[in-house]
């Protein structure tokens, strides 16, 4: 149906790509339109124009599609004004004021009639040719292809338009976006030369900024980057230019400008430089952005950084100077954060990893009850768990190297500004020798007090044995010579009374001896202190004298012992013996030094000192006691001989008279004159013997050494005691040699003949009496012997000092004087004097002397 026709073919369009860039469509979608008034003719020209191979649109000129197919660009619009040139031409006018059709050429198809005007008429609507009738098929399809590709390179030419357009429309917003970013970027932008002083062609707003020059200060060469670059950081800006424009690679600079105003900034640049088709470097262009302030921030946090260093440093040097031990930890976690070399050093190991407190559990404090510390009960930890200050607590810690030290402990919170526990500090020292010195201290003052309170020294020692336990060792012994030389186990203490069993049973197995190279009889013996820090097995296997004392002493556990003399003026009477025993108590050091010796001495010294001041005070009250004693027997043994020299002499003043009246008897005068010199010699013998002692007390007791035969005084002082020896009953045998010769003070040597047979005779019990010379190589040797009354052990020793006396005054006379005059002569010579003697047995006094001395 005329005007409703369409071709099934879509209309022809410029396709879109999918990058939206447009492409040229296909001519042959480009249809041509045929507009006339038969749908027959249009069908004929449709025909004729089929070898173009091209899509035809046809309509008639009232259709209603006309408007639409016009939209489609027809690539040629032919009109058919064959039946009617004036309809042709209102068709042709009407389709050209359609805006679509504008650039369309139109052709006309005129019939015979057509003239020159009408032609005229033609071309005046706008009509681009015209063909007449008769139609040649052959033009009419060259005019038509002609039209097609015309429309084909007006299609091009306008995709090519549309695509400079939209590439020009692109490029002005690359430049708007571009203007936009240069703009707003935090630094400048620039291009400059290549070589210093780097002019800029090209310099972005934020010059102004970052320099005080506006981008044309710049670009008319008014200045120059280079002259902003500080001097200083000058020639290591170009060195680095330089390498990166010989490697060709970017660059990237900070230094320090100056700005107009004289104000320095650091800047940051990024640079590259531009090649040319030469592989020159043209230009160079990049940013710079003003990095003051970053590098204010950053030298602030250099300098805080140091800051922080420097103090982190004080702290360590703090820290290692302090001289206590100081253990920090992170709250609330207890981890270590630091620590000092002390405490390793009063740990006596490493400080141990902690991270939490339960870690703490791994170090080895215990409680002066010996139980191990909870990791929870550490100071540190408390102070965790209550953010309260821990104050000074004393704790023992058990070290490696077996010893256990005395802690005095503090830990303290520190708070951040917000209040919150963010450390805690421990601080502690070992108080070990302190304590020690104090225990000591202590100990010596009671010690002291108790040895000052009693003059009864065995029980007062027995005490101190006892006080010693545990202060000065597990177990301690006293050791005390007896008069006759053999050792008495005073005392024992022990803090295990099982082994204080086995040291009493170790003493009656094998009881100290003086003779002993090692214990406490060589100790007593020496006087020199025995200390042996480490008691070991091989030891007590060399010290044990059989498998038993062996099994005792290891019975002991002892694993350390100390020996030391009680010694004073001269004598060594006793020694304390101290010993660390295995699993005694908790301790600084299981084995004894020298501090534990000078303890143990100067203990030792007090009560040697106490013991001997007991035995003064004793002595002294001996003293006393002989001085009244003999007080008493030398006033009656002085009185004696005076009572019968006072008869004979009145005896003998009678007999005078009587002789002088002629009745007197010579006999009985001379009897009463001799019995009167005896009384004398009596008298003048007990004189001398003060007169001795006072010149031995003042030593002026002289000798006067002549040739003398020992032999020879016995006999003559033998033979003067023969009367007084018969008279008591006794037989005296005077035996050996006759003749002893040396040199030697005679009277002396009569004195001291004289005193020991008077003895013998006083205490003989009238039995015989033995005396005897013998010669002796270079000495000689006097024994007197008798079976009498004899001497208690406890007195053998003294009945040589001064007053001493072994029998009771209402006995026997004499003043004690006779023996110590008789052994300071025979020292005084040169010789020994000893006695042997059992009560009831008689006594033998035995006298050697060097039979020449000067
Ligand atoms: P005295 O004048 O008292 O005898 P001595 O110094 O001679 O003084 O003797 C001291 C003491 O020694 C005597 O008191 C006596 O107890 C004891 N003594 C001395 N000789 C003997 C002896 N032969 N037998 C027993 N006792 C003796």
């Given at each position: 149906?005329?005007?409703?026709?369409?071709?099934?073919?879509?209309?022809?369009?410029?396709?879109?790509r999918?990058?939206?860039?447009?492409?040229?469509?296909?001519?042959?979608?480009?249809?041509?339109?045929?507009?006339?008034?038969?749908?027959?003719?249009?069908?004929?020209l449709?025909?004729?124009?089929?070898?173009?191979?091209?899509?035809?649109?046809?309509?008639?000129?009232?259709?209603?599609?006309?408007?639409?197919?016009?939209?489609?660009?027809?690539a040629?619009?032919?009109?058919d004004?064959r039946?009617?040139?004036?309809?042709?031409?209102?068709?042709?006018?009407?389709?050209?004021?359609?805006?679509?059709?504008?650039y369309i050429?139109?052709?006309?198809?005129?019939?015979?009639?057509?003239?020159?005007?009408?032609?005229?008429r033609?071309?005046?609507?706008?009509?681009?040719?015209?063909?007449?009738?008769?139609l040649?098929?052959?033009?009419?399809?060259?005019?038509?292809?002609?039209?097609?590709?015309?429309?084909?390179?007006?299609?091009?030419?306008?995709?090519?338009l549309e695509?400079?357009?939209?590439?020009?429309?692109?490029?002005?917003?690359?430049?708007?976006?571009l203007?936009?970013?240069?703009?707003?970027v935090?630094?400048?932008v620039?291009?400059?030369?290549?070589?210093?002083p780097?002019?800029?062609?090209?310099?972005?707003?934020?010059t102004l900024?970052l320099?005080g020059?506006?981008?044309?200060d710049?670009?008319?060469?008014?200045?120059?980057?280079?002259?902003?670059?500080?001097?200083?950081?000058?020639?290591?800006?170009?060195?680095?230019?330089?390498?990166?424009?010989?490697?060709?690679?970017?660059?990237?600079?900070t230094?320090?400008?100056?700005?107009?105003?004289?104000e320095?900034?650091?800047v940051?640049?990024?640079?590259?430089?531009l090649?040319?088709?030469?592989?020159?470097?043209?230009?160079?262009?990049?940013?710079?952005f003003?990095?003051?302030?970053?590098?204010?921030?950053?030298?602030?946090?250099?300098r805080?950084?140091?800051?922080?260093?420097?103090?982190?440093?004080?702290?360590?040097s703090?820290?290692?100077?302090?001289?206590?031990?100081?253990?920090?930890?992170?709250?609330p976690?207890?981890r270590t954060?630091?620590?000092?070399?002390?405490?390793?050093?009063i740990?006596?190991?490493?400080?141990?990893?902690?991270?939490?407190?339960?870690?703490?559990?791994?170090?080895?404090?215990?409680h002066?009850?010996?139980?191990?510390?909870?990791?929870?009960?550490y100071?540190?930890?408390?102070?965790?768990?209550?953010g309260?200050?821990?104050?000074?607590?004393?704790?023992?810690?058990?070290?490696p190297?077996?010893?256990?030290?005395?802690?005095?402990?503090?830990?303290?919170?520190?708070?951040?500004a917000?209040g919150?526990l963010?450390?805690?500090?421990?601080?502690?020292?070992?108080?070990?020798?302190?304590?020690?010195?104090?225990t000591?201290?202590?100990?010596?003052a009671?010690?002291?007090?108790?040895?000052?309170?009693?003059?009864?020294?065995?029980?007062?020692?027995a005490h101190?044995v006892?006080?010693?336990?545990?202060?000065?060792?597990?177990?301690c012994?006293?050791?005390?010579?007896e008069?006759?030389?053999?050792?008495?186990?005073?005392?024992?203490?022990?803090?295990?009374?099982?082994?204080r069993?086995?040291?009493?049973?170790?003493?009656?197995?094998?009881?100290p001896?003086l003779?002993?190279t090692?214990?406490p009889?060589?100790?007593?013996?020496?006087?020199?202190?025995?200390?042996?820090?480490?008691?070991?097995?091989?030891?007590?296997?060399?010290?044990?004298?059989?498998?038993?004392?062996?099994?005792?002493?290891?019975?002991?556990g002892v694993?350390?012992s100390?020996?030391?003399?009680?010694?004073?003026?001269d004598?060594?009477?006793?020694?304390?013996?101290?010993?660390?025993?295995?699993?005694?108590?908790?301790?600084?050091?299981?084995?004894?030094?020298?501090?534990?010796?000078?303890?143990?001495?100067d203990?030792?010294?007090?009560?040697?000192?106490?013991?001997d001041?007991?035995?003064?005070?004793?002595?002294?009250?001996?003293?006393?006691?002989?001085?009244?004693e003999?007080?008493s027997?030398?006033?009656?043994?002085?009185?004696?001989?005076?009572?019968?020299l006072?008869?004979?002499?009145s005896?003998?003043?009678?007999e005078?008279?009587?002789?002088?009246?002629?009745?007197?008897?010579?006999?009985?005068?001379q009897?009463?004159?001799?019995?009167a010199r005896?009384?004398?010699?009596?008298?003048?013998?007990?004189l001398?013997?003060?007169?001795d002692?006072s010149?031995?007390?003042?030593?002026?007791?002289?000798?006067?050494?002549t040739?003398?035969?020992?032999?020879?005084?016995?006999g003559?002082v033998a033979?003067?005691?023969?009367?007084e020896?018969?008279?008591?009953?006794?037989?005296?045998w005077v035996?050996?040699?006759?003749?002893?010769?040396?040199?030697?003070d005679?009277?002396?040597?009569e004195?001291?003949?004289?005193?020991?047979?008077?003895?013998?005779?006083?205490?003989?019990?009238g039995?015989?009496?033995?005396?005897?010379?013998?010669?002796r190589?270079?000495?000689?040797?006097?024994?007197?012997?008798d079976?009498g009354?004899?001497?208690?052990?406890?007195?053998?020793?003294r009945?040589?000092?001064?007053?001493?006396?072994?029998v009771?005054?209402?006995h026997?006379?004499?003043?004690?004087?006779?023996?110590?005059?008789?052994?300071?002569?025979?020292?005084?010579?040169?010789?020994?004097?000893?006695?042997?003697?059992?009560p009831?047995?008689?006594?033998?006094?035995?006298?050697?002397?060097?039979?020449?001395?000067?």
């Open positions: 149906m005329w005007g409703t026709h369409r071709e099934s073919q879509p209309p022809p369009a410029l396709a879109s999918p990058d939206g860039t447009g492409a040229v469509a296909e001519e042959t979608a480009c249809p041509l339109l045929l507009v006339g008034e038969q749908v027959e003719d249009l069908a004929g449709e025909e004729l124009l089929a070898p173009l191979e091209h899509p035809v649109h046809k309509a008639v000129p009232w259709s209603e599609d006309l408007g639409e197919l016009l939209d489609a660009s027809p040629c619009l032919i009109v004004a039946r009617s040139w004036t309809v042709g031409i209102e068709t042709a006018r009407r389709l050209l004021a359609h805006p679509g059709a504008r050429p139109v052709l006309f198809l005129g019939g015979h009639s057509c003239g020159e005007a009408d032609l005229l033609g071309y005046a609507v706008g009509t681009v040719d015209c063909i007449l009738e008769p040649s098929p052959d033009i009419l399809r060259l005019k038509v292809g002609m039209y097609l590709e015309q429309h084909r390179r007006q299609a091009l030419m306008r995709e090519a695509r400079a357009g939209q590439a020009e429309a692109a490029a002005r917003e690359s430049e708007r976006m203007r936009t970013l240069l703009g707003n935090p630094g400048m620039y291009r400059s030369t290549t070589e210093e780097w002019a800029l062609s090209y310099a972005s707003q934020a900024v320099s020059y506006t981008p044309e710049f670009t008319q060469r008014r200045v120059t980057w280079g002259e902003l670059i500080h001097p200083e950081d000058a020639p290591r800006v170009r060195e680095e230019m330089q390498e990166a424009l010989a490697t060709r690679s970017p660059f990237t600079l230094y320090r400008i100056r700005t107009r105003t004289g320095e900034r650091w940051w640049e990024r640079g590259v430089a090649l040319g088709p030469d592989e020159e470097a043209r230009a160079l262009e990049g940013f710079i003003d990095i003051t302030p970053f590098r204010q921030a950053q030298q602030e946090r250099e805080l950084h140091e800051q922080l260093e420097f103090e982190h440093q004080r702290l360590q703090i820290l290692q100077q302090l001289p206590v031990a100081v253990h920090i930890a992170e709250a976690s207890g954060l630091n620590f000092n070399a002390q405490a390793e050093s740990l006596g190991h490493p400080m141990l990893p902690c991270t939490c407190v339960k870690d703490y559990s791994q170090y080895h404090a215990i002066p009850d010996g139980r191990r510390l909870a990791a929870e009960e100071p540190i930890a408390r102070v965790l768990a209550t309260k200050p821990h104050p000074q607590q004393e704790l023992l810690y058990d070290r190297d077996g010893s256990v030290r005395v802690l005095l402990i503090n830990a303290g919170p520190i708070f951040d917000r919150r963010q450390t805690v500090v421990a601080s502690f020292m070992d108080i070990t020798a302190l304590k020690r010195a104090e000591h201290h202590t100990f010596l009671s010690v002291s007090e108790t040895l000052a309170s009693s003059l009864d020294y065995e029980a007062t020692l101190v006892q006080r010693a336990v545990p202060d000065l060792g597990d177990g012994a006293l050791d005390m010579v008069p006759d030389g053999s050792l008495r186990r005073l005392a024992v203490a022990h803090v295990d009374p099982v082994r069993e086995i040291s009493q049973e170790l003493a009656r197995h094998c009881p001896r003779e002993d090692t214990g009889g060589a100790v007593i013996r020496t006087g020199r202190t025995e200390l042996v820090a480490e008691v070991t097995e091989e030891l007590l296997v060399r010290y044990a004298s059989d498998a038993r004392h062996l099994e005792l002493l290891r019975g002991t694993t350390s100390l020996i030391v003399p009680l010694h004073a003026r004598r060594t009477f006793g020694a304390l013996a101290f010993f660390y025993c295995r699993g005694g108590q908790p301790r600084a050091s299981r084995h004894y030094g020298r501090e534990e010796q000078r303890l143990a001495e203990l030792a010294r007090r009560a040697a000192l106490a013991v001041n007991a035995r003064l005070y004793r002595e002294a009250q001996r003293a006393v006691r002989l001085r009244d003999f007080l027997v030398a006033s009656h043994e002085l009185k004696t001989p005076l009572t019968p006072n008869l004979n002499l005896a003998l003043s009678r005078v008279s009587r002789s002088c009246s002629g009745a007197g008897h010579p006999e009985a005068l009897r009463h004159v001799d019995m005896r009384q004398l010699w009596k008298l003048s013998t007990l001398n013997a003060l007169f002692v010149r031995i007390a003042q030593g002026r007791l002289t000798l006067e050494v040739d003398t035969d020992l032999g020879e005084v016995l003559e033979a003067w005691f023969s009367p020896a018969a008279r008591v009953g006794s037989k005296l035996e050996g040699e006759p003749h002893v010769p040396g040199r030697w005679r009277l002396r040597l004195q001291v003949v004289t005193n020991l047979l008077s003895n013998a005779i006083r205490y003989g019990a039995r015989p009496i033995h005396a005897r010379v013998e010669a190589g270079d000495r000689a040797r006097l024994v007197i012997r079976e009354i004899g001497i208690s052990p406890e007195a053998l020793e009945i040589f000092g001064k007053f001493e006396r072994a009771s005054d209402r026997y006379g004499g003043l004690g004087l006779g023996l110590y005059i008789t052994r300071s002569i025979v020292e005084a010579m040169g010789g020994t004097i000893r006695v042997d003697s059992r009831g047995q008689g006594s033998t006094f035995t006298v050697e002397l060097p039979r020449r001395q000067e």
